[in-house]
């Protein structure tokens, strides 16, 4: 296995947690330096598909820019990885001692002038193929572990791991803000102020969804179908905007209780710790007063993390 391919999927699996999510790796770990470089060198999208970003660095390995930020990640844990089975801090002399897959360590490394590659043992062969899933399980269990502790207020760190292949298609929220236009009137966008008619609307996560990673009702607003371009993953301004929201989300909760009409999706605001009905029996400042605790720490952790705000 050539060591500059396995560096190349490094950064592409690293590729989009760090570019999308703004995840951290923590001072001590290149990667996250690495990743952002490549970008600016190479312009590779911050969304895009691994096997295109592996094609891309692939293509342009001999660039001397790339390749010195690529050399970086092969110092180090190549031979640190076998120090279990040969207990040694010589590079030079771990490479020697892994050709003879000594103690049947797990690879052997072959560095030469031309040529830098590692060669698995074939004794680990069936363990390898047998065990991958729980291999890879474990693998992704444990760097889920090493981000939470490096970004603690960052939720749902597990979903932002890897890249969904496709995003849910909130069509039971779109049912949900479909039926509260039928039966309650014409709503307007709370950033445009145009009007929104039923099936002519596009749901914006209030917050982005690169950030809370969940398509909880509370956090999804109809909006005009211009917003989702400019907004994109952008902060709305809460002292303008926040209020807006709440009396939207309070409308639709109120319409709903009242006509007796019942979604699945209304069971999203009990992570707010109140059923539609106490939500719905509310003053109006108590409930503003629950969304302005619900959603003002988080667009604080968002914007800590990097992320812009859209006026």
Request: charge should be negative; aromatic fraction near 14%; hydrophobic fraction near 40%.
């Amino acid at each position: 296995m050539d060591v500059w391919d396995i560096v190349i999927r490094m950064v592409a699996n690293a590729w989009y947690p760090i570019h999308y999510f703004r995840l951290s790796f923590g001072k001590s770990d290149s990667l996250f330096d690495i990743v952002i470089e490549l970008q600016s060198i190479t312009g590779i999208p911050i969304d895009a598909d691994i096997e295109n970003i592996c094609d891309v660095l692939g293509n342009r390995i001999n660039d001397n820019r790339i390749k010195s930020k690529l050399r970086i990640l092969t110092f180090n844990v190549p031979y640190r990885f076998l120090r279990p089975w040969i207990d040694t801090s010589d590079d030079r002399e771990m490479v020697f001692r892994s050709q003879t897959f000594e103690n049947e360590c797990l690879y052997s490394i072959h560095k030469e002038e031309t040529e830098f590659y590692i060669e698995i043992n074939p004794v680990w062969d069936t363990y390898l193929h047998n065990h991958y899933n729980i291999l890879s399980d474990f693998a992704y269990w444990n760097l889920a572990q090493f981000l939470q502790v490096r970004n603690p207020n960052v939720p749902a760190i597990s979903n932002k791991l890897i890249k969904p292949a496709t995003r849910d298609s909130l069509s039971n929220q779109h049912r949900f803000w479909d039926t509260v236009i039928e039966l309650g009137g014409t709503i307007h966008c709370i950033y445009t102020g145009r009007e929104l008619h039923r099936a002519e609307y596009a749901l914006d996560h209030f917050i982005p969804w690169s950030f809370v990673s969940h398509n909880l009702l509370w956090n999804l607003i109809p909006a005009d179908n211009s917003i989702n371009s400019s907004k994109g993953d952008k902060l709305p301004d809460l002292s303008f905007y926040l209020p807006k929201l709440v009396q939207l989300q309070r409308h639709s909760i109120c319409v709903c209780v009242n006509a007796n009409k019942t979604f699945k999706v209304l069971e999203d605001y009990l992570s707010l710790g109140y059923t539609v009905q106490e939500l719905a029996n509310m003053s109006d400042d108590r409930f503003m007063d629950l969304f302005e605790r619900t959603f003002k720490p988080i667009n604080q952790i968002a914007l800590n993390m990097g992320f812009e705000t859209w006026k």
